[in-house]
C-alpha cells in the first residue's frame, strides 16, 4: 500500500476508534460487568493432551482408558476453579451471556461427571487413596452450590427468572445434588437446604422458550420432589411438571426425537432431549414411565445407525457437544438388558471418543469450542468458554455405572454400519439415513433441502476488530451450513469447503 494511502487508513483507523469509544461510552461500565476482557486464550496443547490421546486411542482396557479421560476433565476443573468453586471459567472464546455466566456453566456442566464418578464409587476402586479424592471433590462441589446458591455471597450465581439461562444450568446442578444426595445433601443443615431449594424452585417455576428447554423445570422437578419428599410444595411442583411434559409432548415427532423449535429436528436429541428424558425417569420412575422408556429405547436404536468409527454426519447447533452424541445408547443400558446390549452402548462410547480424540478434541484440560479444534466460524454465540461440557454427557451416564460392573466388561458389538449396508427413511423427521458397510459412511440426506451447501461464512478480521468495540461475540450464524444442505456425511464433518 502507498505511504499516503497507509497515513489515511490509519487516520481513518484512530477517528472511528474515536467515534465508538464516544458513542460506546455510555455502556463500558454495562460491558466491564460482563467481564469480556477476562477471556483468556486457552494454554497450548502439550504432554498432558498427548498422554490422554496415546492412553485413549491405545489397547488397554476402556475402563481403564476412560479413567484417563476422567483424571483428564477432574484435574482441568480443579484448575480452572474460582478459589470458591462456584464457577469454572475455562481458556476460550466467550458467549453472549458473559464471562461470570460462562463460568457457571463450566461448574454446572463439568460437575456431574465429579459426581457420577462419586456415586458409583468408583474413587474406591480404581486403587490409591479414593477416600481421600472422594472427601476432596465432594468438598468442592459443596463449597460450589453452597456459595452460588446464596444470595448474600459474592459468589452468587443470581436470581433465576423467566427465560433465564440459569434455568438450564440449574438443572445440572439439581443431578449433582441428586448423584451425591448421601454425601451432600443428606449432611447439609435446614438452612442450607431451605437456600439451596429456593434457588432451584425458581427455576422449576419459571417460563421457558417453547423447546428442549420445557425439559429443564421437569428435571429440576422431580430431583426437588426426591430430595425433599416432605416439601409442601412437592404435589404443586409434580402436578406443574407433568403439565409442562404434557405441553412439550405435542413436539414429539417419532423414532424417539422430537422437533426442537426454531430450527427443527437435530442432534439436540441425543445430547439433549434423550438425556433430560433418562434423567426424569431415572429420578422418579413413575412419571409417565411408559411414554419415556418407549422414547429412550426407540432413540437408542435410531442414535446407533448415525455412529461410524469414521465419525458422525454432524449437522446443526451446538456441535461443540459432539461427543455426547452416544447418550442414548448408554442410557438404554439402564433399562432393560435385553433390549440393548451394553456391548453395542461401549462401543459407539468407545469409537465417539477415540475419533474426537485423534482430531485434536483436548485442550487445557476441556473439550475444544468446535468440531475437532476450536473454530469461531461453527461455535454459535450463546456458547461461551464453558458451555462444551455438555459433551462429557456421555462420559457422566457412563461413570453412573459402578467400577467393575458388567458394563465396563462387556465385550463390544459392532455398530450397524459396521455389520451390514442399511436406509432408514425417517418421514417424520424429515431424514433418510443410509450407511456404507465398505467405506463405514452415513449419509443424512433431507429431502427438503435442494441443494448441497459447500461454502462457510467466514470469522474475518473486521468481525473481531468489531467485536473487540461492542465486547460481545460477533461469530458468523452460518445457519445455512448447519440446516440447509441436503446431505450430510460422516466422511466430511459439514459439507463446506475449507
Known sequence: MPPILSRLFLG?????????VLLGAPKLKHMAARGWGQYQEPAPVGPEEERVRQLVLGDQPIEMRFTGLFEYFANGFVRHAARDYSRVQYGGMGSRAGY??????????????????????HDAA??????????ERLAMLR????????????????????QDQRIVEA???ARVLWLTRASIWDKLDREQKHMICAWLLA?????????????????????LASLAPDNASRDQLLQRAHQVFTDYKQYYLDYGWFYDRPHGVDFYNAWGITYDLFWIHTVDPAFEPD????????????????????????MGRSICYRTAVPVPLVAATFLDPGKFPAGRAMRGLDVVWRYFVANGSLRDGALTQGYFKA????????????????????????????????????????LPVEESDYRLDLAKLGWMVEGRRASGEIIITIPQNYADVSTIDEYSWATRVKESFVRKPLRPGNHEVKYESRHYSSAAPFPFKN
Not at 450463546?382 to 458394563?407: E, I, K, N, T
Open 126 to 135: 480404581v486403587g490409591g487413596p479414593g477416600g481421600g479424592r472422594t472427601s
Open 171 to 173: 438443572a445440572d446442578v
Open 203 to 223: 427455576g422449576a417455576r419459571a417460563q421457558t422458550p417453547a423447546s428442549n428447554w420445557m425439559l429443564f423445570p421437569v428435571v429440576i422437578s422431580v430431583v
Open 291 to 314: 411414554f419415556v422408556v418407549a422414547a429412550l429405547e426407540k432413540s437408542a436404536d435410531l442414535t446407533q445407525h448415525l455412529i461410524s468409527p469414521q465419525g458422525i454426519p454432524i
Open 143 to 162: 463449597a460450589g452450590i453452597l456459595g452460588g446458591v446464596d444470595p448474600h455471597s459474592s459468589a452468587y450465581w443470581g436470581d433465576i427468572r423467566d
Open 12 to 20: 481513518c483507523t484512530i477517528v472511528a476508534i474515536g467515534a465508538g
Open 100 to 121: 461470570a455466566m460462562d463460568g457457571l456453566e463450566g461448574f454446572a456442566r463439568t460437575a456431574p461427571l465429579l459426581a457420577a464418578w462419586i456415586y458409583s464409587g
Open 375 to 414: 473454530d469461531p466460524r461453527l461455535l454459535d454465540r450463546y456458547s461461551g468458554s464453558g458451555s462444551c461440557h455438555w459433551g462429557l454427557r456421555s462420559l457422566v451416564l457412563a461413570f453412573m455405572h459402578p467400577a467393575g460392573d458388567q458394563f465396563w466388561s462387556a465385550p463390544q458389538e459392532p
